[in-house]
């Protein structure tokens, strides 16, 4: 899109890449059960994660069919009665800001069985590598991107999109599709570790996440609980941070492992 650019005091004409934001319906068995806004591309990924990490659905066997028709997603569960009808549970906007947790037991979250052990450096390649994937990102810096990945830092699905907790369900949606073993896996994020981030986290069984930014004390709080590896500022060495007055080369890598430590190995 055309814009106006102000730089060393001059104004002139300038094109810029805009993210394009997408509203997607959700019916599930016919009832209007949410409007997500996200970026157009893995539609059925998205759905899917998302009624998994909501609860919706305890696995993939629980869907009869994901239809992407009319610009909306039409799902058909197989056991109706685990959607309410309650107008607060139901009829919802997820926007990119933030995500909505419809139905959360905290309480109720699986404890992470895996006993996968993930070398440090493993860590910062794949933050690497999710930086370098990510091309939208890196293009625009209006989204947010997630990587799932084996123990060996080996990319499984990169994913952007408008809001850091779509991107998480992207990520679990494709794994679920694709009979990923998520308990071999780690995932690593551009996005906050907040509440509803760290409990789709655990409740995938995911073992490790690692973010480039922070983690609240209610999402450290709910890792803690199930057992879940949470680290936060992961930069590696040449490692660009945009704040608002500049750009600042990282020259010495670090990370801050808040819970789990015992999961990341180091030399």
């Known amino acids: 899109m055309k814009c106006r650019k102000l730089a060393d005091g001059r104004f002139s004409g300038a094109e810029v890449s805009v993210v394009i934001e997408k509203e997607l319906p959700v019916f599930v068995n016919g009832a209007h059960l949410a409007t997500a806004s996200i970026i157009p591309g893995m539609e059925r990924e998205f759905v899917t994660g998302y009624l998994f990490g909501q609860g919706f659905i305890n696995a993939l066997e629980d869907l009869a069919s994901v239809e992407i028709e009319d ?19 139901t009829n919802y906007r997820i926007v990119s800001g933030g995500g909505r947790i419809a139905y959360s037991d905290e309480t109720g979250l699986p404890g992470i069985k895996s006993r996968v052990k993930i070398d440090n450096k493993m860590i910062f390649r794949a933050m690497n590598t999710l930086f370098e994937k990510a091309d939208m990102y890196r293009e625009t810096e209006g989204v947010h991107a997630a990587g799932l990945f084996t123990g060996r830092a080996e990319p499984v699905c990169i994913v952007e ?12 949606g494709y794994g679920l599709m694709n009979n990923i073993n998520f308990e071999k896996t ?17 409740r995938a069984g995911i073992p490790v996440a690692a973010t ?8 450290l709080e709910i890792g803690r609980k199930c057992g879940l590896t949470v680290i936060g500022f992961v930069r590696d060495v040449g490692t660009k941070i945009q704040t608002d007055m500049e750009e600042r080369i990282i020259n010495e890598a670090g990370m801050k492992i808040y819970s789990g430590a015992k999961r990341v190995l180091c030399e």
């Open 212 to 219: 480039k930014t922070a983690v609240t004390d209610k999402g």
């Open 161 to 172: 999109d408008i809001g850091r907790h779509n991107t998480i369900d992207k990520v679990i």
């Open 71 to 89: 610009k909306a997603a039409k799902v058909t569960l197989k056991d109706s009665t685990s959607v309410s009808t309650s107008p607060d549970k």
């Open 186 to 202: 780690f995932l690593v994020s551009t996005g906050r570790m907040a509440s509803e981030m760290v409990t789709k986290i655990c």
